[in-house]
């Protein structure tokens, strides 16, 4: 260490005991502290209220006129005269450990579980660091989850980053606890833990997460990080990087394969909104600030496998789409960031189809690799590919059938609609407990292919034809 | 450090910008340190004794009073032999040796030489008198980059002058001299690299019409909407579409001799397949591993946004300097959008004024020096190369008329839309065969009239006209269903179909077909127009198109794009012969 940078890290840590008492302006969130030492950028600040309570937050701008700085407890009840204000002189850090699962922290990481605060056995920096691109593995181990149309054509990979894009009111909960409680490498018994981050999200949601995993017995394997509606609105933008700086140190020093279900993505975003809107931030579309990409990538790109280390990340995260907008910003930019997007549409919710999982829209941009012979079975990359290409066109011969009437369709069409219905109500649909295995799941598809001639089987080679399509 | 230039200090730090004061001589666009920790920067403004910098790192912790550090010249590549197979950040930092030293992550403020120091290459010097008069661009002398690629040592273009001496014939590191030379400055000694400022396009003599194709393997780009060797295209596509897939799918089989690869602000598990699958696959041209001619510049979504910002100038220049040697060199740049989104961010941070959708008014201008710096090109000593630069945009909710897509399509000779609809069905490359086109048309089908046939030009656009019609036929359709149409009608719906299963739809994991060569794609038109010619005759003399459908030859042209392979166009000849014979046969019955 340089001489230059020795005595900079002594001076901080002087400088770190140091107390301002008055902020000079309060405005949402945010405070304003003029004249103080010089403070680094993304610094810690603590700061304590009337009350005497301590609250934390962020260095957000820094000068040497004035310091701009995000509580995330929210500021009310602070007043501008006696609010004393330290600046740690280091970033926001989580002391991590195993011990951490089977308990329940608030978004900074504090347990509100009643129980001790655990002892960490090491303290990161909850901001994490960009993974070097060279040392990630590409991932490529197939989790059958036991849901048909994720297994045979929206295959979940181990490290994968892969959204539920929903609605308001759709079973999207139900759908991830599912994946939670049935998703398994087969073959491998290797030791697991679920990350839980609830932003924003109602009491009950919360609450019907923890009996889920109370139900299957697991949740001494899982950590929650509850950000609950009635909690300030500026704690959402903490609680995903705390929780995920757990799952960095359960994947990367425990050897565990940890998968995260964030929900509600929306709600995150909402908050980042606010937050730039307060500091007057020029907008981009819908108000959202126009980093809401890379600060949606710094969540997401934490996720995945790397070279020499056992342990994975794999995120599941929930967002609802407003007004079941596809196109709207927050689910557009997700998509451009993750591996895929698992779709739900109201339609078929509606026509009592569980999960209601759009065919068409939904992706697994990592499913190429680990599927088919010797991962799951040679067939299955075809058969989903022809599943698409048949489905795609049941679309087209409902909206044919709906202006000229099923009875003027061809022969042709009319096995595409039969094949349709099959495809949605018995390949699609199945029960919440229902589990499938890959074999199952694909010889459901096989059963939905012979609806078809095999001439109009594009996709499929002659060998798959004769062995699974039969005569 | 002794002998630092300190140029200022931080007045505030305000994300990846930072505004310094006290600066006395600090150059515009000068490299800079920042901090204690040496964070790399640039300054991008000058204004009294203010100056605002853009940091290429993360400045968390980054404090008012440091200070900051002049390099006395420009953000600049290092060009010279090593370039090939590594991989880089957005400024040129070799992202294999920062894991050597930070492990699994990025660490702030490592300064690592983008060329390996230690690495000798062997130079053979080509046959030069001393006395004799070098411009800049000239060749010194040859070093084997890698097995299929061969270095030529450049004089660096800013440089002119008398060569004094060059050294003989052996191994040196890129920081050995290997000549000299008296220009007008004095004495200079020249190395294996030199050094280029990233922002700047590298000079040639002339500009050369683009008349050769780039030939990528994919069906629908090469005879439908063909590329020039030097031009540029826009690939737009909504998230899934399958930009980044068409992009792999080209870095992989075109025929160009370099190819480098720009992940700007994506995935990085993106970057981590092209590292895992590129060495693996061979190049059907030469024999050798891919990675033998790939370069990657990787600065992914979590990455510093303002090194985005660079990586797109970054890949540019490294292919500016392979032109140079005369090379054919092919730029993926995945995707221009988070490029400009990064612009985006750093223009809100300096609190200029926006233009549309939060975008700087300087936008269009920075599309268009991008862009304009692909060309074939002529250079100094006479060599011909050219830089093409394929870039994605990734227009949000997949709505072409935003900022980005409009202004890019200003600038590029060449458009290839991706089409939801189509990627929802899983077809393929899912360029849209209505919204492409491709202005290089004109230019290139000489070539192709000689590589594939006189007819080339005809077939295309009688290919072309089919898909246009069948446009309109399936408008009829949707309102009363196929079945009002004429047999005549029914059936450029159904020879379209066929065109698209049989032709567009390429499978970029299938062993035969993820490449089709130029002279299996002529082929492969001619098999679907001769079904289009022979059967529209047959239909014209009575026969059904129900019976026509029946024939069982259909089923092998429709297979023909997996089953046969490049080097054995016979079998589409005799594909062609059993689907005349067919058309015989029946028509003798019935007709």
């Given at each position: 260490m340089s001489d230059a940078k020795k005595i900079n890290n002594a001076q901080k840590m002087l400088l770190s005991g140091r107390e301002y008492v008055g902020i000079h302006r309060i405005d949402g969130p945010l405070i304003f502290i003029r004249d103080t030492h010089p403070i680094g950028y993304r610094e810690l600040v603590e700061c304590v209220g009337p009350d005497g309570d301590t609250r934390m937050g962020m260095v957000l701008d820094t000068s040497h006129d004035i310091v701009v700085a995000q509580i995330f407890e929210g500021t009310s009840g602070l007043t501008m005269p006696d609010t004393k204000v330290r600046f740690r002189g280091k970033p926001l850090t989580l002391g991590v450990s195993k011990k951490m699962l089977g308990r329940v922290f608030n978004g900074m990481g504090q347990p509100i579980d009643g129980g001790p605060a655990p002892v960490g056995e090491l303290e990161l920096d909850i901001n994490g660091k960009p993974i070097n691109p060279t040392s990630r593995e590409y991932p490529r181990d197939f989790i059958q989850t036991g849901i048909s149309v994720i297994d045979g054509m929206n295959t979940l990979i181990r490290g994968q980053k892969l959204p539920i894009f929903s609605g308001n009111g759709l079973p999207h909960n139900e759908l991830a606890s599912q994946i939670a409680r049935q998703a398994k490498i087969r073959g491998t018994s290797s030791e697991f833990a679920v990350v839980f981050v609830a932003m924003g999200v109602k009491h009950d949601v919360a609450q019907f997460f923890i009996h889920a995993f109370e139900e299957t017995g697991v949740l001494e394997n899982v950590a929650?990080?509850?950000?609950?509606?009635?909690?300030?609105?500026?704690?959402?933008?903490?609680?995903?990087?705390?929780?995920?700086?757990?799952?960095?140190?359960?994947?990367?020093?425990?050897?565990?394969?940890?998968?995260?279900?964030?929900?509600?993505?929306?709600?995150?975003?909402?908050?980042?909104?606010?937050?730039?809107?307060?500091?007057?931030?020029?907008?981009?579309?819908?108000?959202?600030?126009?980093?809401?990409?890379?600060?949606?990538?710094?969540?997401?790109?934490?996720?995945?496998?790397?070279?020499?280390f056992k342990g994975t990340?794999?995120?599941?995260?929930?967002?609802?789409?407003?007004?079941?907008?596809?196109?709207?910003?927050?689910?557009?930019?997700?998509?451009?960031?993750?591996?895929?997007?698992?779709?739900?549409?109201?339609?078929?919710?509606?026509?009592?189809?569980?999960?209601?999982?759009?065919?068409?829209?939904?992706?697994?941009?990592?499913?190429?690799?680990?599927?088919?012979?010797?991962?799951?079975?040679?067939?299955?990359?075809?058969?989903?590919?022809?599943?698409?290409?048949?489905?795609?066109?049941?679309?087209?011969?409902?909206?044919?059938?709906?202006?000229?009437?099923?009875?003027?369709?061809?022969?042709?069409?009319?096995?595409?609609?039969e094949f349709g219905e099959y495809f949605e109500r018995k390949f699609v649909s199945q029960k919440q407990n229902e589990e499938r295995t890959i074999e199952q799941t694909l010889d459901l598809g096989w059963e939905a292919v012979k609806k078809l001639p095999p001439e109009e089987l594009h996709r499929i080679t002659e060998e798959e034809l004769q062995k699974y399509y039969g005569q | 450090m002794k002998g630092e230039r300190i140029i200022g200090q931080v007045r505030r730090v305000n994300g990846p910008v930072i505004i310094a004061h006290g600066i006395t001589d600090a150059l515009m666009l000068e490299l800079v340190r920042v901090g204690e920790v040496r964070l790399v920067g640039e300054v991008i403004k000058l204004e009294g004794q203010n100056a605002v910098i853009q940091v290429y790192e993360d400045t968390t912790g980054l404090t008012p009073g440091e200070n900051i550090y002049g390099s006395g010249m420009p953000l600049s590549v290092e060009l010279g032999p090593g370039l090939i197979g590594t991989i880089y950040d957005g400024i040129q930092r070799p992202l294999e040796e920062i894991r050597e030293i930070s492990n699994q992550f990025i660490e702030r403020g490592v300064v690592l030489p983008a060329l390996n120091r230690e690495r000798k290459w062997h130079f053979v010097p080509l046959a030069l008198e001393s006395g004799s008069y070098l411009d800049g661009g000239a060749v010194l002398g040859t070093v084997q980059e890698t097995e299929g690629i061969i270095h030529k040592i450049l004089v660096p273009p800013f440089v002119t002058g008398k060569l004094i001496s060059i050294e003989p014939e052996g191994d040196y590191t890129v920081t050995e001299a290997v000549a000299v030379v008296e220009s007008e400055a004095g004495r200079q000694d020249l190395f294996l690299m030199h050094k280029w400022p990233i922002r700047k396009p590298r000079p040639a003599v002339r500009r050369l019409l683009p008349t050769t194709p780039l030939i990528t393997g994919q069906r629908v780009i090469d005879t439908l909407f063909p590329i020039a060797k030097g031009g540029t295209v826009a690939i737009p596509g909504g998230f899934g579409t399958g930009k980044t897939m068409t992009q792999h799918a080209i870095a992989k089989w075109c025929d160009a001799e370099i190819i480098v690869y720009i992940g700007c602000g994506e995935r990085g598990n993106e970057m981590t397949d092209v590292l895992t699958e590129f060495p693996k696959l061979i190049d059907p041209r030469t024999g050798r591993s891919l990675m033998e001619r790939t370069l990657l510049i990787a600065n992914t979504s979590n990455m510093p946004v303002s090194a985005r910002e660079a990586s797109i100038y970054t890949g540019v220049s490294?292919?500016?300097?392979?032109?140079?040697?005369?090379?054919?060199?092919?730029?993926?740049?995945?995707?221009?959008?988070?490029?400009?989104?990064?612009?985006?961010?750093?223009?809100?941070?300096?609190?200029?004024?926006?233009?549309?959708?939060?975008?700087?008014?300087?936008?269009?201008?920075?599309?268009?020096?991008?862009?304009?710096?692909?060309?074939?090109?002529?250079?100094?000593?006479?060599?011909?190369?050219?830089?093409?630069?394929?870039?994605?945009?990734?227009?949000?909710?997949?709505?072409?008329?935003?900022?980005?897509?409009?202004?890019?399509?200003?600038?590029?000779?060449?458009?290839?839309?991706?089409?939801?609809?189509?990627?929802?069905?899983?077809?393929?490359?899912?360029?849209?065969?209505?919204?492409?086109?491709?202005?290089?048309?004109?230019?290139?089908?000489?070539?192709?009239?000689?590589?594939?046939?006189?007819?080339?030009?005809?077939?295309?656009?009688?290919?072309?006209?089919?898909?246009?019609?069948?446009?309109?036929?399936?408008?009829?359709?949707?309102?009363?269903?196929?079945?009002?149409?004429?047999?005549?009608?029914?059936?450029?719906?159904?020879?379209?179909?066929?065109?698209?299963?049989?032709?567009?739809?390429?499978?970029?994991?299938?062993?035969?077909?993820?490449?089709?060569?130029?002279?299996?794609?002529?082929?492969?038109?001619?098999v679907i127009l001769t079904y289009w010619q022979r059967g529209a005759d047959a239909i014209r003399r009575g026969i059904t198109l129900v019976k026509l459908k029946r024939m069982k030859v259909l089923q092998d042209i429709v297979k023909m794009k997996f089953t046969v392979d490049n080097d054995d166009l016979g079998a589409l000849d005799k594909l062609i012969l059993r689907l005349e014979r067919s058309i015989d046969q029946m028509e003798s019955i019935y007709v």
């Open positions: 929650l990080f509850l950000s609950l509606a009635d909690d300030p609105s500026i704690e959402r933008l903490i609680t995903p990087r705390t929780a995920l700086t757990l799952a960095e140190h359960l994947a990367f020093s425990h050897d565990m394969h940890v998968l995260v279900i964030m929900t509600d993505i929306a709600n995150y975003c909402e908050s980042l909104r606010e937050i730039s809107t307060i500091r007057g931030e020029i907008p981009s579309r819908k108000g959202y600030p126009g980093y809401l990409y890379s600060d949606l990538a710094e969540l997401y790109e934490r996720s995945g496998m790397l070279k020499g990340i794999t995120q599941l995260p929930i967002l609802t789409m407003p007004n079941d907008d596809i196109s709207h910003p927050i689910p557009d930019l997700t998509g451009y960031i993750t591996e895929g997007q698992i779709v739900f549409e109201r339609e078929m919710y509606g026509r009592n189809i569980y999960p209601p999982i759009a065919g068409l829209p939904s992706l697994s941009r990592l499913m190429k690799d680990g599927i088919g012979d010797g991962m799951t079975r040679e067939d299955h990359p075809h058969l989903a590919s022809q599943l698409f290409a048949a489905y795609s066109y049941v679309k087209d011969v409902r909206n044919l059938a709906s202006v000229i009437g099923e009875e003027e369709l061809t022969p042709l069409d009319h096995q595409y609609l | 490294l292919a500016e300097y392979y032109r140079d040697q005369g090379y054919h060199v092919a730029v993926m740049a995945d995707s221009t959008s988070r490029w400009a989104e990064a612009l985006r961010e750093l223009s809100g941070r300096m609190e200029e004024m926006p233009a549309e959708e939060g975008f700087p008014a300087y936008l269009p201008t920075r599309i268009a020096e991008f862009y304009e710096r692909a060309g074939f090109m002529e250079g100094v000593a006479g060599s011909k190369g050219s830089v093409t630069i394929i870039g994605a945009v990734s227009p949000p909710g997949g709505d072409f008329s935003e900022p980005v897509t409009q202004h890019t399509k200003r600038f590029v000779r060449c458009f290839w839309g991706l089409d939801r609809q189509l990627a929802n069905a899983r077809h393929y490359p899912a360029i849209s065969w209505l919204e492409s086109y491709s202005e290089y048309l004109d230019s290139i089908t000489p070539w192709w009239e000689e590589m594939g046939g006189a007819n080339w030009a005809t077939n295309r656009a009688q290919i072309m006209e089919l898909l246009q019609k069948e446009v309109r036929l399936q408008q009829v359709v949707k309102l009363v269903g196929p079945d009002a149409l004429p047999d005549s009608q029914r059936f450029i719906l159904e020879v379209c179909n066929m065109f698209k299963n049989a032709f567009l739809q390429q499978n970029a994991f299938d062993k035969i077909d993820r490449y089709s060569t130029v002279e299996k794609q002529v082929k492969m038109l001619e």
